[in-house]
């Protein structure tokens, strides 16, 4: 049993942070990048989310690792390493864990994420778990620093969760599989989390909850835009839109301003203008068929090797491995 932590956190983050923004608010429409979101804050209110009875994804997924991760453990070639692409507290991931345990091939877990601290309390966690498992963590923006993975052990299993595929436009998904694809050796597969295309109902009420925690998830990015760059936003100035967007098939999570607008950022040196009625996107999330997981993959020189659902067929996991 081991445990190494590799810290590849970028000194000129907030840098970068800088950059996105200012781009992001001069576009149009304008546009701040998900990933902003998570602050504290932001990180416990998306896990009030995830409790919501409006909101299935997590529960969806949790069934399906419940339920059916010896029969994803087996369909991927009873890996012997698991790499976990934004894994926080391992709390799904352990149902794979145990099945490459049960399975005798357990060797080595990767976890990749933003926050030291909650790699290293998982790490320490897991060993005490699973006699034997060495984790090598890496703490990073896995955006920037995914071909810094460590490889693990024997045959790999990359897992990307909770349907964050869907926050990438068409173009950056496309990229990021091709990346993920450069770095598979021929027995080695991606495990991948997508949300399922279904009623328009279901899934608007899924991210505008009757209660108003999204809504005030979503405006929680301007909380950060105010602490990290010096922004003067008036939360109570703008609303919650989530809308799904039929032809593009995918939620576009948006905030409206309610009123003509100027908005300074001294961090930037920069103010916009925000027109009444104006919106500004803060997140998409792309829902998926079948077809589509597999077009995406064979655009990306994968193919589809395993197709799990929940009960309901609300959420899949499908296995990948190079062609």
């Known amino acids: 049993m081991t445990i190494a932590i590799d810290v590849h956190l970028d000194a000129d983050a907030a840098a970068k942070m800088a950059r996105?923004?200012?781009?992001?608010?001069?576009?149009?429409?304008?546009?701040?990048?998900?990933?902003?979101?998570?602050d504290e804050r932001g990180s416990l209110l998306f896990e009030q989310i995830t409790a919501l009875p409006e909101y299935y994804p997590t529960r969806a997924e949790r069934e399906i690792l419940t339920t059916r991760s010896a029969e994803i453990h087996d369909a991927a070639g009873c890996p012997q390493t698991l790499i976990e692409l934004g894994s926080g507290s391992a709390a799904k991931t352990r149902h794979l864990l145990s099945a490459m345990r049960d399975c005798g091939s357990l060797d080595t877990y990767v976890p990749v994420d933003i926050s030291v601290e909650i790699t290293e309390r998982t790490a320490n966690e897991l060993v005490e778990e699973y006699p034997g498992l060495n984790v090598h963590g890496m703490v990073c923006d896995y955006e920037q620093h995914l071909e810094r993975v460590p490889h693990g052990t024997g045959t790999r299993m990359i897992a990307f969760l909770g349907g964050t595929i869907g926050n990438l436009y068409p173009r950056e998904r496309h990229a990021f599989l091709e990346r993920i694809r450069a770095l598979l050796g021929p027995d080695d597969c991606l495990l991948l989390g997508t949300d399922l295309i279904k009623d328009r109902d279901r899934l608007e009420a899924a991210y505008d909850d009757a209660a108003g925690v999204t809504a005030e998830f979503n405006k929680n990015v301007l909380a950060v835009l105010n602490a990290q760059l010096g922004a003067d936003f008036d939360l109570d100035a703008f609303e919650h839109i989530a809308r799904y967007d039929e032809e593009a098939e995918r939620m576009d999570i948006r905030l409206r301003s309610l009123a003509e607008q100027?908005?300074?950022?001294?961090?930037?040196?920069?103010?916009?203008?925000?027109?009444?009625?104006?919106?500004?996107?803060?997140?998409?999330?792309?829902?998926?068929?079948?077809e589509r997981i597999e077009a995406a993959y064979d655009g990306a020189g994968l193919e589809l090797r395993g197709w799990f659902t929940d009960a309901a067929d609300d959420y899949a996991l499908s296995l990948a491995g190079p062609v």
Do not use: N, W
Request: charged residues 35%; negative net charge.
């Open 20 to 38: 996105d923004v200012r781009e992001g608010l001069c576009a149009y429409p304008k546009e701040v990048a998900p990933k902003y979101f998570y």
């Open 262 to 290: 100027d908005v300074r950022l001294v961090g930037l040196d920069l103010e916009i203008h925000f027109a009444a009625e104006e919106e500004m996107r803060t997140e998409i999330s792309t829902k998926f068929s079948r």
